[in-house]
């Protein structure tokens, strides 16, 4: 694995304090055992609390749900979502990793999110309520206010998978994060969130379960959830559920739910490398059946092999996109940490695609769509995990000039590291395929490459007149007080409140986030303007029991008439609602 050294960053527990500037060292050995283990475990990205034995804080004894917010607050252009948090009445705060659909004329929008309140509730907390861990808020005037909803309602249905396995008495689930919504153009919206057992949070989690709600007059809700499972549940961990919903024949709805499985390997749960599957519905969520897109890559799976699970090529962050006749499609990183890990079969991490003209039923086999310099292990000071991703996203042309044509936007170090497989300068690209992904455009980046800041987690959307946006965040690391080695920055990223593991750094980030617009096909890019319209100090954002991640894994953001609608984790409030990051939404 790489020996995490650059200038002026350290992960330290709380009795050593400790910057460790100067240069960042690469480790030359090969990777332990051990390391491979804590990879395979940082590959598992659901929300977290850190350790939530002996915090002492407010929450954990909380009685009560939290109330609406009502009416969004203002900033300027952007419009709060989800509620203030107080760090000093919730066990964990924060709101991040956020998700976005809309009706087909823009006008009723719910966004959902990370909600570090869950960690409060059960199965959390004994003797408390259930919640879950995602939130949600909506919008009936175009995104000008917003309600945060609160957490959408338990479910006790599984649709596909064996079930509890003795894990819960009582068969009840609630979200577990990685929230990803859609629109089925009847106004019905679709909710997946990774799902846990109301009486236990153990690993893995319960599955992945899928919400559907409406809009009755200006009010929303959901109903009950179904559950999806791996059928080798619970030595299987379903992760990054991602959700695509198509309208077909008769009425129904399509409903197509890609995952990252870390399968049973070696004969160890949950400790292969990750397989790419899609879960899918053709009855509105009824009944269910699963495809393997991309299976597990582990090199070694002899039980009685002594390197049985230590090498293998990783597999994560799916997105699904449906094509104007059917068509279905998904991208996804292949790779990470490559050649640190699985470098016998990769160079460097790459961005992967595969079709389905069936419906899911079957899929071609994987291709390359772009070989990438990763920026995973060079994240911001203040992003309070010791990695991030380089996850893409897709998107197809449904009407206009370039009807069926596959948009998938990554970020990518090269421009200021070549042929490196990591650095820290990275950009937004995109590239575009007009024959359902046989072969794709030289990629093109939205904006001015290797300027010293890091643009990232873009999102790319097709309105209906084919005008192409991409959405990103932009953050840069920088020292802001006279003293060059003071520690101007300090997140936890694991461990207890009491006895914390921190990551610090003499460095501040800020961040903003930026949409560029291509009006021919993405061919060329206008110039990249800011969605937001304040800056966020993300060092000054992260309260010490903020969740983990503080600004999530991605955003979100859509193509309506002639503007974009974004949705990100915003730490503004900084100052003014004691340091918690909120959901934001802004049009441009």
Same mark, same amino acid.
Not at 327 to 351: F, H, M, N
Not at 376 to 383: G, K, L, R, V
């Given at each position: 694995?790489?020996?995490?050294?650059?200038?002026?960053?350290?992960?330290?527990?709380?009795?050593?304090?400790?910057?460790?500037?100067?240069?960042?060292?690469? !480790?030359?050995?090969?990777?332990?055992?051990?390391?491979?283990?804590?990879?395979?475990?940082?590959?598992?990205?659901?929300?977290?609390?850190?350790?939530?034995?002996?915090?002492?804080?407010?929450?954990?004894?909380?009685? /009560?749900?939290?109330?609406?917010?009502?009416?969004?607050?203002?900033?300027?252009?952007?419009?709060?979502?989800?509620?203030?948090? &107080?760090?000093?009445?919730?066990?964990?705060? %924060?709101?991040?990793?956020?998700?976005?659909?809309?009706?087909?004329?823009?006008?009723?929008?719910?966004?959902?999110?990370?909600?570090?309140?869950?960690?409060?509730?059960?199965?959390?907390?004994?003797?408390?309520?259930?919640?879950?861990?995602?939130?949600?808020?909506?919008?009936?005037?175009?995104?000008?206010?917003?309600?945060?909803?609160?957490?959408?309602?338990?479910?006790?249905?599984?649709?596909?998978?064996?079930?509890?396995?003795?894990?819960?008495?009582?068969?009840?689930?609630?979200?577990?994060?990685?929230?990803?919504?859609?629109?089925? %153009?009847?106004?019905?919206?679709?909710?997946?969130?990774?799902?846990?057992?109301?009486?236990?949070?153990?690993?893995?989690?319960?599955?992945?379960?899928?919400?559907?709600?409406?809009?009755?007059?200006?009010?929303?809700?959901?109903?009950?959830?179904?559950?999806?499972?791996?059928?080798?549940?619970?030595?299987?961990?379903?992760?990054?559920? !991602?959700?695509?919903?198509?309208?077909?024949?008769?009425?129904?709805?399509?409903?197509?739910?890609?995952?990252?499985?870390?399968?049973?390997?070696?004969?160890?749960?949950?400790?292969?490398?990750?397989?790419?599957?899609?879960?899918?519905?053709?009855?509105?969520?009824?009944?269910?059946?699963?495809?393997?897109?991309?299976?597990?890559?582990?090199?070694?799976?002899?039980?009685?092999?002594?390197?049985?699970?230590?090498?293998?090529?990783?597999?994560?962050?799916?997105?699904?996109?449906?094509?104007?006749?059917?068509?279905?499609?998904?991208?996804?990183?292949?790779?990470?940490?490559?050649?640190?890990?699985?470098?016998?079969?990769?160079?460097?991490?790459?961005?992967?695609?595969?079709?389905?003209?069936?419906?899911?039923?079957?899929?071609?086999?994987?291709?390359?769509?772009?070989?990438?310099?990763?920026?995973?292990?060079?994240?911001?000071?203040?992003?309070?995990?010791?990695?991030?991703?380089?996850?893409?996203?897709?998107?197809?042309?449904?009407?206009?000039?370039?009807?069926?044509?596959?948009?998938?936007?990554?970020?990518?170090?090269?421009?200021?590291?070549?042929?490196?497989?990591?650095?820290?300068? @990275?950009?937004?690209?995109?590239?575009?395929?007009?024959?359902?992904?046989?072969?794709?455009?030289?990629?093109?980046?939205?904006?001015?490459?290797?300027?010293?800041?890091?643009?990232?987690?873009?999102?790319?959307?097709?309105?209906? &007149?084919?005008?192409?946006?991409?959405?990103?965040?932009?953050?840069?690391?920088?020292?802001?007080?006279?003293?060059?080695?003071?520690?101007?920055?300090?997140?936890?990223?694991?461990?207890?409140?009491?006895?914390?593991?921190?990551?610090?750094?003499?460095?501040?980030?800020?961040?903003?986030?930026?949409?560029?617009?291509?009006?021919? /096909?993405?061919?060329?890019?206008?110039?990249?303007?800011?969605? @937001?319209?304040?800056? @966020?100090?993300?060092?000054?954002?992260?309260?010490?029991?903020?969740?983990?991640?503080?600004?999530?894994?991605?955003?979100?953001?859509?193509?309506?008439?002639?503007?974009?609608?974004?949705?990100?984790?915003?730490?503004?409030?900084?100052?003014?609602?004691?340091?918690?990051?909120?959901?934001?939404?802004?049009?441009?």
């Amino acid at each position: 694995m790489r020996a995490k050294l650059r200038a002026g960053v350290a992960v330290v527990t709380v009795a050593g304090l400790l910057s460790v500037p100067g240069p960042r060292v690469e !480790a030359q050995e090969s990777p332990s055992p051990g390391d491979i283990a804590a990879f395979k475990e940082s590959l598992r990205t659901p929300v977290s609390g850190g350790e939530l034995e002996g915090a002492a804080l407010a929450g954990a004894g909380v009685s /009560g749900l939290p109330a609406p917010l009502g009416n969004g607050h203002h900033g300027g252009s952007n419009v709060q979502v989800s509620e203030d948090q &107080d760090p000093a009445a919730n066990l964990r705060s %924060g709101a991040s990793e956020l998700t976005l659909a809309a009706t087909s004329d823009g006008r009723r929008l719910v966004a959902g999110w990370n909600d570090g309140i869950g960690f409060a509730f059960a199965p959390f907390v004994a003797g408390q309520p259930p919640l879950g861990l995602s939130g949600y808020g909506f919008s009936a005037d175009s995104g000008r206010s917003w309600t945060d909803g609160g957490a959408p309602p338990l479910g006790d249905t599984v649709a596909f998978g064996p079930g509890t396995q003795g894990r819960s008495a009582t068969g009840n689930y609630v979200t577990r994060g990685d929230p990803w919504l859609d629109e089925d %153009g009847r106004g019905n919206f679709y909710y997946a969130n990774l799902a846990v057992w109301e009486d236990d949070a153990a690993t893995p989690p319960a599955g992945v379960s899928i919400h559907r709600g409406s809009f009755r007059g200006r009010s929303f809700s959901f109903g009950d959830p179904v559950l999806i499972q791996s059928p080798n549940y619970p030595n299987d961990f379903l992760d990054k559920e !991602a959700l695509a919903v198509d309208r077909i024949g008769g009425g129904r709805t399509a409903l197509y739910v890609s995952v990252t499985n870390f399968e049973e390997v070696c004969d160890i749960p949950f400790f292969g490398f990750g397989a790419i599957e899609m879960y899918r519905s053709l009855d509105g969520g009824t009944t269910w059946a699963r495809t393997v897109i991309q299976p597990d890559e582990t090199i070694v799976t002899d039980p009685a092999d002594p390197d049985c699970g230590l090498d293998g090529v990783a597999n994560q962050g799916s997105a699904p996109a449906v094509g104007p006749n059917g068509e279905l499609y998904v991208a996804w990183e292949r790779g990470e940490s490559a050649p640190d890990v699985g470098g016998s079969v990769l160079p460097r991490a790459t961005i992967a695609f595969a079709a389905s003209t069936n419906r899911g039923a079957t899929f071609t086999a994987p291709r390359q769509v772009a070989s990438i310099c990763s920026g995973a292990n060079d994240e911001p000071a203040a992003y309070n995990r010791t990695s991030s991703n380089d996850f893409p996203r897709i998107a197809v042309a449904q009407s206009g000039r370039h009807k069926g044509r596959i948009y998938i936007t990554y970020h990518d170090c090269s421009a200021a590291s070549g042929s490196a497989p990591f650095g820290a300068d @990275t950009d937004v690209y995109v590239t575009f395929s007009d024959n359902r992904g046989a072969t794709w455009s030289t990629a093109r980046p939205v904006h001015r490459v290797a300027d010293g800041r890091q643009q990232f987690w873009p999102v790319v959307s097709v309105g209906d &007149d084919g005008e192409v946006d991409v959405s990103y965040y932009q953050m840069q690391d920088v020292n802001v007080t006279p003293d060059p080695d003071d520690i101007e920055c300090s997140v936890r990223t694991g461990g207890t409140l009491t006895e914390p593991v921190l990551k610090q750094s003499t460095l501040t980030t800020f961040s903003d986030v930026f949409t560029v617009r291509s009006t021919d /096909g993405g061919r060329t890019w206008r110039r990249p303007e800011r969605l @937001t319209d304040v800056t @966020t100090n993300w060092c000054a954002a992260t309260p010490i029991n903020s969740i983990i991640p503080n600004f999530g894994d991605y955003n979100t953001s859509l193509s309506h008439d002639d503007d974009v609608l974004a949705t990100w984790a915003d730490g503004r409030n900084a100052g003014i609602t004691d340091r918690v990051p909120t959901a934001w939404f802004g049009r441009h």
